[in-house]
C-alpha cells in the first residue's frame, strides 16, 4: 500500500489522514472513526497504519468574535470529539493534528481569553490543549511579522507542553501577495522557491529554532511546473 510504501523508504516518515470539511458542525469529528476503524481492522502492520488524523477546520474565524460565548465552547467540545475518537483506537495510538489562524485567540487586536472546561485561556491556547500539534497559518512572507504572529497563536505554551508546532507557509497564488511566496507581480520582493528556503533557515535566529515548516499546496500549486520557478518535483 502507499502507507507502507512511504513508512518503509522515507526514515520517520507520519502520514496523516487530512479532512477539511471546514463546517461550523466540526463534520471532520464524524470522519476520525473510519480511519479508526482502519487502523484496527485493515492494517496489518503499523507500516500500513495512518499515523494520525489532520483537521483544517477554519470555521472558527467567523465567530471568534461572537458576544455568543456558547458559539466558541461549543466549537471546542466538536473539536475535543476529533481527539477522544481518535483515542479509540485499540491498537497503538492514532495522533491528532490541528490547523489554526495565527489570530484566533485574538478579537480587535486584543488576547480574548474565555472559560472552557474550568481553564481560562484564549482560542489558540484550547486548541494547544486539545491537539497533540498545531500548525500556524501565519499569513505572511517576512520577518518579524512571522516569528510574532507564531508568539501570538501561543508557540510559548506549545513549547511548554512539548507540543510541536509548524509555521505554514502559503505558496498558492493568492492575494494580497505579500502572504504567500507564489511568484507574481507585486511590490514585495522574494517571491522565489529559493526565497522561501531562505526563510526557512532563517528560523533559528528569529526566535523559531526547533520549528518545522508546513508549506501550504506543496504538491499542488508549489511543485506543478506551472511557473518557470515552482519546479516539477517527480519520482523520475
Sequence with gaps: TTLSEGHSRVTNLKIYALFAASDIEVSERHMVPYVVWYNDNCAHTDQEKFDGVAVNNEA????????????RTTYLDRLQEIHDGAQK?????????FSVSWHWG???????PFLWRGKTSDASHHMIDIFDSIDVQ???????????????????YSRLLNKPSFVTFYTDKTEPCQITFFPQTCRWSGRSESNLFSVIDQFPQNGLSGIQPCIHYFRGVYSSGGHPDWPAHSNH
Design 60 to 71: 472558527y474565524a467567523a465567530i471568534k468574535c461572537s458576544s455568543d460565548l456558547n458559539q
Design 89 to 97: 483506537q485499540r491498537h497503538g495510538r492514532l495522533l491528532t493534528h
Design 106 to 112: 485574538q478579537c480587535n487586536g486584543q488576547s480574548q
Design 138 to 156: 501565519v499569513g505572511y512572507t517576512t520577518f518579524p511579522q512571522i516569528n510574532e504572529r507564531m508568539d501570538l497563536a501561543g508557540l510559548n
